[in-house]
């Protein structure tokens, strides 16, 4: 099983941008299109088969990955998690600040939604205006009335002025675990990792394209998806410990571009393969390429790869290379789901 480049899953959603990923992955671009989901075997929250990604010759991943689950995942990852890829790699850009809003956590998922995941995120800033702000989590201690009475107010200026703040530059990376309430200034792109779900539990939602009253609470009602926030404090340095600063990301060869955190979750790994190549041992990944053109070498052949092409690694093509060609550089990101013998995530 050889690589595969796989075609653009960009589709419309409640919120502006989309632009920066046409540029990147040479279409279709914004302006209702935010997202991209890559190499997903995820339908979004009562709309599948939409999110669900296909291969060049038309197939759904999710089908062919459940066809042969140990070509695709690996036997020890299939022993360990079985058929599910456990993870959702997304493009986000945002022509308008994410509404706040949170994910719930793997044990409200099993209780209210029978489903063996939650939400838990992390972002790896591939753009970011200067003094571009995220929210994560609130900054002192509040009660779920009090959040409640927020959302039933619609007042999001209460809302937005209750999250701890920090300022995002390209090349940082941040865990968000599932439960924080949080948002994303206007004009960030990231590239996502998170658990393989659609749950989304809305705050606010003023001035965006959906009704939060009917949408914002999967189905649950607003009594019920309150329980999944986490009201305790974020201070600062909880938000240092959720961060990886660029400073410790960048670099030739391949270096981890989330927190050590994230590891129970998903995986990360930042290339620079413009002086050398750079190994990476078998197992299910997106290859994303930022920059540069090269060439994904395989036991089996060999693959050229250029700037915003999405690359879909299957376990059986067995450990790889990437390389520059010629003069030019060779940047990305590996992406992966947690190691068959990663911790196990927090209940």
């Not at 914004?30 to 997903?40: A, D, F, L, T």
């Not at 705050?203 to 009201?231: C, I, S, Y």
């Not at 600063?245 to 391949?254: F, K, S, T, V």
């Not at 299910?284 to 092409?309: C, K, P, Y």
Request: hydrophobic share 40%.
């Amino acid at each position: 099983m050889m690589p595969v480049v796989l075609p653009v899953n960009q589709f419309d959603h409640f919120y502006r941008g989309g632009d920066r990923i046409g540029a990147l992955r040479h279409g279709p671009g914004g302006p209702q299109r935010p997202e991209e989901w890559i190499g997903s075997t995820t339908a979004r929250f009562g709309q599948a088969p939409q999110g669900f990604s296909r291969l060049p010759d038309g197939r759904l991943l999710i089908e062919a990955v459940e066809a042969d689950p140990h070509a695709w995942l690996g036997p020890d990852h299939v022993a360990r998690y079985g058929t599910s890829t456990e993870v959702l790699i997304k493009l986000l850009d945002l022509d308008q600040r994410l509404p706040v809003h949170l994910h719930p956590d793997r044990e409200f998922s099993r209780t209210h939604l029978g489903l063996a995941h939650g939400k838990t995120e992390a972002w790896y800033v591939l753009d970011a205006p200067e003094g571009g702000e995220v929210g994560v989590g609130f900054a002192e201690p509040v009660s779920r009335a009090q959040v409640a009475a927020w959302v039933d107010a619609e007042d999001s200026e209460a809302l937005l002025g209750a999250l701890r703040r920090r300022v995002v530059r390209p090349g940082d990376a941040m865990l968000v675990p599932a439960g924080l309430p949080h948002t994303v200034a206007a004009g960030v792109f990231v590239l996502e990792l998170q658990e393989p779900t659609d749950l989304s539990i809305l705050l606010e939602w003023q001035g965006f394209a959906v009704d939060g009253r009917k949408d914002g609470h999967l189905d649950l009602g607003f009594d019920t998806v309150l329980q999944a926030v986490d009201l305790a404090a974020v201070s600062e340095s909880d938000l240092d410990r959720l961060v990886l600063p660029r400073e410790q990301i960048e670099g030739e060869g391949l270096h981890s571009a989330m927190p050590e955190q994230a590891d129970a979750y998903f995986r990360a790994h930042r290339f620079d393969a413009s002086a050398e190549p750079v190994a990476v041992e078998a197992g299910f990944a997106i290859v994303l390429v930022l920059s540069g053109r090269g060439v994904l070498t395989t036991q089996d052949g060999s693959l050229e790869v250029a700037s915003g092409d999405a690359v879909l690694i299957p376990y059986a093509s067995g450990d790889y290379t990437l390389h520059a060609r010629g003069a030019a550089d060779l940047v990305g990101v590996v992406c992966r789901p947690p190691a068959p013998d990663a911790p196990p995530a927090p209940r």
